[in-house]
């Protein structure tokens, strides 16, 4: 499918990255590239964070992502905001290292169930840390709360990017809730 050329685009930056800058990156200028990434590596990062639930994985996911916007900026055609396009890369890239095996298998407990992190309960008294509850949740149900709740992807969108049925996203989203519920509250 051609390509429209850079000066057609009809590109929506987010009010941070001037429409300029994004024109400048899709024509190969990097500075104007390393202007985006720093307007956006700190939101790409957290997404990860919370995906993964490991900083090192974040970080291999934060640097795929970036890889990928510079190869495929010229494919943007600015239908949603800049920074949604970087999130969109950024889930993939976490799906895609899942996909591949990337990560450290899990173990199970005898019972089947992949066991939540050992985390000191989430003081009432105190600021309740929403992150580290989200860090405490299960791969399967942290991505599903993050996907959703937190980004706005619908339960078709997630079953469609991960190659899973809708219904085990949702009873995810249950079983996500229902822990976080449990941290937050005792």
Same mark, same amino acid.
């Given at each position: @499918?051609?390509?429209?050329?850079?000066?057609?685009?009809?590109?929506?930056?987010?009010?941070?990255?001037?429409?300029?800058?994004?024109?400048?990156?899709? =024509?190969? &200028?990097?500075?104007?590239?390393?202007?985006?990434?720093?307007?956006?590596?700190? /939101?790409?990062?957290?997404?990860?964070?919370?995906?993964?639930?490991?900083?090192?994985?974040?970080?291999?996911?934060?640097?795929?992502?970036?890889?990928?916007?510079?190869? /495929?900026? &010229?494919?943007?055609?600015?239908?949603?905001?800049?920074?949604?396009?970087?999130?969109?890369?950024?889930?993939?890239?976490?799906?895609?290292?899942?996909?591949?095996?990337?990560?450290?298998?899990? @173990?199970?407990?005898?019972?089947? =169930?992949?066991?939540?992190?050992?985390?000191?309960?989430?003081?009432?008294?105190?600021?309740?840390?929403?992150?580290?509850?989200?860090?405490?949740?299960?791969?399967?149900?942290? @991505?599903?709360?993050?996907?959703?709740?937190?980004?706005?992807?619908?339960?078709?969108?997630?079953?469609?990017?991960?190659?899973?049925?809708?219904?085990?996203?949702?009873?995810?989203?249950?079983?996500?809730?229902?822990?976080?519920?449990?941290?937050?509250?005792?």
């Amino acid at each position: @499918m051609p390509h429209e050329p850079a000066a057609a685009l009809p590109i929506d930056p987010t009010p941070l990255v001037p429409r300029e800058t994004v024109r400048a990156a899709v =024509e190969g &200028d990097l500075a104007a590239f390393e202007r985006i990434y720093r307007t956006h590596v700190g /939101r790409v990062h957290a997404l990860c964070v919370r995906l993964t639930g490991n900083e090192d994985e974040a970080q291999d996911a934060v640097q795929e992502t970036f890889v990928k916007a510079w190869r /495929r900026l &010229d494919t943007f055609e600015g239908r949603a905001s800049l920074s949604t396009w970087l999130h969109r890369l950024a889930v993939n890239s976490v799906l895609d290292r899942k996909r591949a095996g990337k990560r450290r298998p899990e @173990m199970l407990s005898e019972d089947g =169930e992949v066991p939540s992190p050992a985390v000191a309960p989430i003081s009432i008294e105190g600021a309740i840390d929403l992150e580290r509850a989200i860090a405490t949740l299960p791969e399967g149900a942290r @991505m599903a709360f993050v996907l959703h709740d937190v980004e706005g992807w619908r339960h078709r969108e997630i079953a469609a990017a991960t190659g899973t049925a809708e219904g085990t996203w949702r009873a995810q989203l249950h079983r996500a809730r229902r822990l976080l519920r449990e941290v937050l509250t005792r």
